[in-house]
């Protein structure tokens, strides 16, 4: 695995983190 590849999977980790954060925060107001 290249320098290049390991950040993408990094970034790549961090915006699904951050989706689901948001999506879990937006629940409530579903209900």
Known sequence: MTKEELIQ???NIEWTD??????????PKNI
């Open 18 to 27: 951050f989706e689901v954060k948001k999506a879990k925060a937006e629940l």
């Open 9 to 11: 999977k990094l970034q």
